[in-house]
């Protein structure tokens, strides 16, 4: 019996990440010819979980201008070759959690990804694609060979879910809260149900070929996509890089010196979130016949980078 050798890397804060990995891989930890290995990006310093606000908006500059800092990888045992590995990760600034890239900026990228397949799993709220589109350069750099990727979110209306999760990462606490507010996070039946994507990469592993992988969980909503969000976000990260690059100048991670400018981002992105964007999500729906060849190209890009 030939056994199958699965790397499984991921940071988390809450434990969410680890709670959609644990799903996901459960019908191939149960199998005896797969042996899972699961490694936690340990960020060197740690970030605080739950955040107070000044920390919170101090992790914005080096998330969007992807400034990596140090991370350990202790249970990383790169004697094996692995016949698939899983990368989870989360979303900080509409980038890569910084604890992710950072492992691309480290010894271990190449040494992890050449030439084997990877499967990338996103739990975020709901603003993931850019930040996709940034792993799946880091992967490509890193020779990997990209085999399928699943995006998880939290489906609650998109302006409630900004009042959650601020609540969760700050307080540390899910909710609901007060009637309106819903549990932030993603749900948990979503959680229990993406063991059946495990159950498709079982099939591929056995069978060799990883080629029905990515149709199979596209098929099986294992990607979270929402147009109105996409050109939202499109449009944030091109304005979060100018504000990143101005506040840098100010000192780097963790500096008073930036809090003030960080205080005047954070009303402008409030203001932005509840004020700009409910006209953008009007507009966006009055003039939707007139965009639906734009949404076709912009399909095809979410499939295409997947
Ligand atoms: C600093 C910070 C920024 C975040 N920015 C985003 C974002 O831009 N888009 C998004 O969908 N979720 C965002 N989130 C939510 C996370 O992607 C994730 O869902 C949440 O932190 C729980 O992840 P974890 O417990 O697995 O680490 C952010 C969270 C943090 C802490």
């Known amino acids: ?103 691309f900026a480290s010894e271990y990228a190449e040494k992890i990804f050449r030439n084997r397949p990877v499967v990338t799993v996103v739990g975020a709220r709901n603003m993931w694609v850019m930040a996709q589109k940034v792993v799946n350069e880091k992967l490509e750099k890193a020779g990997a060979t990209k085999v399928g990727a699943i995006s998880l979110c939290d489906k609650a209306p998109n302006l409630l879910s900004v009042i959650s999760v601020i609540r969760w990462m700050m307080k540390g606490d899910k909710g609901p809260y007060k009637d309106f507010i819903p549990t932030a996070g993603v749900k948990e039946e979503d959680i229990r149900n993406a063991s059946v994507y495990g159950e498709f990469m079982k099939e591929s592993l056995l069978n060799n070929s990883f080629k029905e992988l990515q149709p199979k969980i596209y098929k099986n909503k294992g990607i979270f996509i929402d147009h109105r969000i996409f050109m939202m976000e499109k449009n944030a990260r091109r304005i979060f890089k100018i504000w990143a690059s101005k506040i840098i100048k100010k000192g780097s991670y963790g500096d008073k010196s930036r809090s003030r400018v960080l205080k005047v981002f954070k009303v402008y992105l409030l203001a932005v979130i509840y004020l700009v964007s409910p006209i953008a999500s009007l507009v966006f729906y009055l003039t939707y016949p007139f965009r639906l060849r734009a949404i076709h190209k912009l399909e095809n890009e979410f499939r295409q980078f997947l």
């Open 1 to 103: 019996m030939i056994v199958k050798n699965i790397l499984v890397l991921y940071y988390t804060q809450t434990g969410q990440l680890e709670e959609i990995l644990d799903s996901i891989i459960s019908p191939l930890a149960s199998s005896s010819d797969v042996k899972i290995h699961k490694c936690f990006l340990e960020p060197n310093p740690p970030f605080p979980f739950p955040w107070s606000s000044e920390e919170f908006f101090q992790a914005f500059p080096e998330s969007v201008l992807e400034i990596p800092q140090g991370i350990n990888i202790p249970n990383l045992d790169l004697s094996i070759d692995y016949d698939l590995v899983i990368l989870g990760f989360q979303v900080w600034y509409l980038s890569p959690s910084i604890p992710v890239y950072s492992l």
